[in-house]
């Protein structure tokens, strides 16, 4: 497996190399590493395809990892945080996710889109971007193209989201603390969550960031929820009809992997973080671990894809990821409306 994992740690290298470079030049990273391990990854494989020694590392890498990143989330979310917001707002904020993912799901479809495509669009949008499409696609049996795409097209309108909300907030006059929320249920990252909110001061950060953690924390109900879904879903084919990479889906219906197994730890240290077992010291280099492992595996599905396919998507994509943020925003405040935060 050492070929295949070294190749996914150089492009790993090479993402990060790029992102330093964005914020030497820019002051700021526009394309995260995360996003740029799937472009370099693409493009190495745009020029290039690995053999069947680089094979193993490279699975290893894309699976393996993105699950162990997965449970690793779980430590960056605690019960105290989540009661803090209310449990009208929680309840809320569950609903909006909930919302937004059927409305999502049903513009992929008419779009054309195939399901597991419109559920990865569906839970990038209204979770957590980038790192919901990454947990998602394994538990549904996605293959690295849907991964890639989503994710590429995710990021775009990630940045365009963040540079043009403020101004939606400054135009409707809404106060720091309705901004905030409203940036926490829309915008995709944490760190997204805070550039967009800065601009109408401290408590719209503060709020943006607490309701971002609930949302997050919708990942993994949703997954748990998608995994008893994912029997149901036909098994994706390749043209030698073959299955598609990875265990199909319609495999998994047995009671070892009703419940993924890194849900079920995503669950536990969370249950962990909330018991005070997880050290307050610890918590920030679990999350760099989980991002490193996340960015290392995006490398691995990047080295995956097939360009034509992602390009192909792209139309249908965009427009899928457009329109649904549109009906995430409009749930969104239409939640604020009703809990009278203005």
């Known amino acids: ?39 370099v990854g693409t493009a190495v494989r745009s020029l290039w395809t690995p053999g069947d020694r680089w094979h193993d590392g490279i699975i290893l890498s894309a699976k393996y990892l993105l699950e162990v990143a997965v449970v690793l989330l779980g430590a960056s979310v605690s019960a105290a945080t989540i009661l803090a917001a209310g449990p009208a707002l929680l309840f809320g904020i569950a609903g909006v996710v909930a919302g937004a993912i059927l409305l999502s799901v049903g513009i992929g479809r008419l779009l054309g889109l195939p399901t597991r495509m419109a559920l990865l669009i569906a839970c990038g949008n209204s979770i957590c971007g980038n790192s919901a499409i990454a947990a998602v696609a394994p538990v549904i049996g996605a293959d690295s193209d849907d991964v ?5 097209f995710t990021a775009v309108l990630g940045v ?10 400054i135009a409707l006059g809404m106060s720091g603390l309705a901004f905030g929320a409203l940036a926490g249920l829309t915008v995709y990252a ?9 601009p109408l001061g401290a408590t719209a950060v503060q709020m943006g960031t607490l309701v971002k953690l609930v949302r997050v924390l919708m990942l993994g109900p949703v997954c748990l929820a998608l995994s008893l879904v994912a029997p149901r ?27 993924p197994w890194f849900i079920i730890g995503f669950l536990a240290l969370v249950a962990c973080r909330s018991l005070g077992l ?19 595996s995006m490398a691995a599905l990047g080295l995956g894809v097939d360009i034509r396919v992602v390009a192909k998507a792209g139309g249908r994509v965009t427009a899928a990821l457009v329109l649904s943020l549109l009906g995430l925003g409009a749930i969104s405040l239409t939640l604020l409306a009703a809990l009278h935060i203005a």
């Open 1 to 39: 497996m050492l070929p295949g994992i070294a190749l996914c740690l150089a492009v790993t290298g090479a993402a990060y190399a790029l992102e330093a470079g964005e914020r030497a030049l820019a002051g700021k990273a526009w394309l995260e590493a995360l996003v740029l391990a799937i472009l």
């Open 233 to 259: 879903l036909a098994p994706q084919v390749v043209p030698d009809g073959e299955v598609a990479a990875g265990e199909p889906a319609t495999k998994r219906f047995d009671l070892a992997h009703l419940v």
């Open 148 to 152: 890639a795409a989503s994710i590429a």
């Open 160 to 169: 365009v989201v963040v540079l043009g909300l403020p101004l939606l907030g």
């Open 278 to 296: 997880v050290p307050t010291a610890s918590i920030a280099p679990i999350g760099r671990v989980a991002t490193l492992l996340t960015v290392v």
């Open 190 to 198: 944490v760190p997204q969550v805070i550039a967009a909110a800065s």
